[in-house]
């Protein structure tokens, strides 16, 4: 069984929480077990947050919300599932905080991303971002805002000794011993010591999010002065080493082959999980503009490394960062710099990532190579083209979107899986332990959120909420993968990204005036018709 034994992976990956009680269970099988009450609907979910003096962070304006909203969210299951999911991150992924050996002031947060015991870039960026409407500026240790921060300074110090890798080791000021990624080992330049990172997969994304997290927390807080202390600025200057190395292409003008700063192989059955041409990956063009990716946020290779949505991703929030750093004082010349840089990767993308689809018209490529070839698909991770809009590349009412946006969803994009019981993007297959996390058949609800997120149609929002429901298989959390046939078979339990995002998501209708379809009943039962 599917779920036994990846269970009994999980179980021994997650280890046990730290600075919780002791008698405290191992949230990866909590979470897959029922626990009463249940919700007095038809799906019958059961309570799955875990007993208050389990929970690794508590905040006081989170639990007014979930108050709050049991009496906006009238569908009794539909509330059950905002109520275990949204504060899934406070309650089960905040494995250490504390402060940095060296420097008393600067908060650290090690922030897990569920049932594997490492904290990823992109994760952590993401799963602090649920609770972003509710930030506010403070200085108290209490506070979301120093949960945010403790964020940043980590991933801060993440990247300046690593700013190839994708996860990472506990801070060694935590006492928590670094977890053993199960895969076989890496053999990438240049080296990092697994002390340090849990994977080292360069993706755009990863440097994108901690430009996204800055941004996140500026936004909400004004705060800064927290930008001017500890590494921030030292920080960016390496993610802007970094990713202008990354513009490089397999040839230069004179046609010598370059060398490239990262390259990355592993000894494997499966093609997502290891880049050709010896671990230098597909050739690419020189002078596109374009940052490359050697993987995708699905943690999967990429076949063309220009991969558009994470350049997109990296553009954007760039230039929201440009605007923070023209703020902080004596860095003007720095500031014009990441703005002109975000631009140009714009039109980078404006060139060679919009293309001409024989049935949708001019849309988005998913990768190219600048030679003119083009990998046409959506995956279901983050950034992902559906999402463009959602992480503010561009809007909903951009015609180029909106015909990509069709496409995604159509049985013309290779890995969008459609059944009777949710019908959504998936992704290519991953195994961990010869078990599929994500592959054909594998519908992500991380992907009906988005298409919840990119629409203003209420029966479409409806459509989508139920799909999700009816695919909680009874243990009313949000999974990673489910089958889009069979809602038995699904991965992953403890993906607390996921679920901090469907709660994100259903604050999100309410603030753009669509809080009327939380009053509605999903009591009808799911069948999907085809067609
Ligand atoms: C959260 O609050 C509960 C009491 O409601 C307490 O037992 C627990 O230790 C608190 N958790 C943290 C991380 O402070
Ligand atoms: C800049 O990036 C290059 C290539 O990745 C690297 O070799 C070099 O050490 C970096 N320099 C700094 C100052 O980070
Ligand atoms: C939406 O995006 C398009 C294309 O990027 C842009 O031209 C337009 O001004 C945007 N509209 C709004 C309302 O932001």
């Not at 539909?78 to 089960?92: C, G, I, M, V, Y």
């Not at 631009?343 to 060679?352: D, F, L, S, V, Y």
């Not at 951009?398 to 998936?426: C, E, F, W």
């Not at 009874?474 to 607390?496: C, P, Y």
Request: charged content about 15%; aromatic content about 12%; some cysteine.
């Amino acid at each position: 069984m599917m779920k036994g034994i990846l269970t009994r992976f999980l179980a021994v990956v997650a280890g046990f929480a730290i600075g919780i009680h002791a008698q405290c269970p191992n949230y990866a099988q909590y979470s897959q077990q029922v626990h009463e009450p249940l919700s007095t609907g038809r799906y019958a979910l059961p309570y799955q947050r875990p007993s208050p003096e389990c929970r690794t962070f508590n905040s006081s304006i989170v639990e007014e919300t979930i108050t709050r909203m049991a009496t906006i969210i009238k569908d009794p299951d539909l509330f059950r599932l905002f109520e275990n999911s949204f504060p899934n991150t406070l309650d089960t992924a905040v494995k250490w905080r504390g402060v940095a050996a060296d420097n008393s002031a600067e908060e650290l947060t090690f922030l897990i991303t569920g049932d594997i015991n490492a904290m990823w870039l992109r994760d952590s960026a993401n799963q602090m971002q649920s609770y972003l409407s509710l930030v506010q500026a403070s200085d108290s240790k209490d506070s979301l805002a120093s949960l945010y921060r403790g964020v940043i300074n980590l991933q801060a110090r993440y990247i300046l000794q690593a700013p190839f890798c994708n996860s990472f080791q506990p801070p060694v000021e935590s006492g928590i011993g670094p977890s053993q990624n199960q895969q076989n080992p890496d053999i990438f330049t240049p080296p990092v010591p697994t002390s340090i990172a849990f994977e080292c997969k360069y993706e755009l994304d990863s440097l994108a999010a901690f430009l996204e997290i800055s941004t996140n927390y500026y936004e909400a807080t004004g705060d800064l002065e927290f930008f001017r202390k500890f590494k921030w600025v030292e920080t960016i200057k390496t993610i802007l080493n970094t990713t202008e190395s990354l513009l490089i292409g397999t040839y230069a003008r004179d046609g010598s082959v370059n060398t490239i700063p990262y390259t990355w192989k592993r000894n494997t059955d499966s093609a997502t999980e290891t880049l050709d041409n010896n671990g230098r990956g597909n050739p690419v063009l020189e002078g596109t503009g374009l940052v490359r990716s050697a993987f995708r946020p699905s943690d999967d290779s990429t076949i063309f490394q220009l991969f558009i949505p994470a350049n997109m991703m990296f553009s954007r929030y760039l230039d929201t960062t440009s605007e923070i750093m023209a703020q902080i004082g004596d860095q003007r010349n720095l500031a014009n710099h990441m703005h002109n840089f975000a631009q140009r990767i714009r039109e980078g993308i404006t060139q060679h990532g919009i293309v001409n689809h024989p049935k949708f018209g001019q849309i988005y490529a998913f990768e190219v190579d600048g030679y003119g070839s083009q990998n046409i698909m959506d995956d279901a991770n983050i950034p992902s083209l559906l999402s463009a809009p959602f992480f503010g590349y561009t809007n909903t009412s951009d015609p180029i979107y909106q015909n990509t946006r069709k496409m995604i969803l159509s049985p013309y994009n290779p890995y969008y899986m459609k059944g009777p019981v949710i019908s959504a993007v998936g992704g290519p297959t991953q195994l961990i332990f010869h078990l599929a996390h994500a592959g054909l058949g594998l519908a992500w609800p991380m992907s009906s959120i988005i298409q919840i997120f990119t629409t203003s149609s209420t029966s479409e929002i409806k459509d989508y909420l139920h799909q999700i429901l009816s695919s909680a298989d009874g243990l009313g959390l949000i999974h990673e993968s489910v089958n889009s046939f069979d809602a038995k078979k699904w991965t992953r339990q403890w993906f607390s990204w996921a679920n901090g995002l469907f709660g994100q998501c259903l604050l999100d209708l309410e603030k753009r005036g669509l809080g009327g379809v939380l009053g509605a009943s999903f009591q009808g039962g799911y069948g999907r018709l085809f067609g």
